[in-house]
Nanobody
Framework: QVRLVESGGGSVQAGGSLRLSCAPS????????MGWFRQAPGKEREFVTA????????YYADAVKGRFTISRGNAKNTVYLQMNSLKPEDTAVYYC????????????????WGQGTQVTVSS
């Protein structure tokens, strides 16, 4: 079992930036495909972005394409989500996930999850 710990959430005005981090506790992430999902109040959890274990393939939801960037640290053990040009509709709890079996875009494909970090964007 891998425990994931997200950090970097907070409150920002529209147009601002935040950088989220996801690091493991107890085990390395370097061999796992990783994903970021988010859940806004009253809505289902939705896909944001994913990256393969090697970093060679990256996937983005249309809503964040061109504004968000996923990356892995040098040792591939930390995953980052750089969020620029934030909009109020990006307000949500953001979760990182690992150990994908299936579609990159489905939260059912991932078996390891963090506790989430709140991102609030005000207009």
């Amino acid at each position: 079992q891998v425990r994931l710990v997200e950090s970097g959430g907070g409150s920002v005005q529209a147009g601002g930036s935040l950088r989220l981090s996801c690091a493991p506790s107890g085990r390395t992430l370097s061999s796992y495909d990783m994903g970021w999902f988010r859940q806004a109040p009253g809505k289902e959890r939705e896909f944001v972005t994913a990256i393969t274990w090697s970093g060679g393939s990256i996937y983005y939801a249309d809503a964040v394409k061109g504004r968000f960037t996923i990356s892995r640290g040098n040792a591939k053990n930390t995953v980052y989500l750089q969020m620029n040009s934030l909009k109020p509709e990006d307000t949500a709890v953001y979760y990182c996930a690992a150990n994908r079996r299936g579609s990159y875009y489905s939260d059912r494909s991932y078996s390891y999850w963090g506790q989430g970090t709140q991102v609030t964007v005000s207009s």
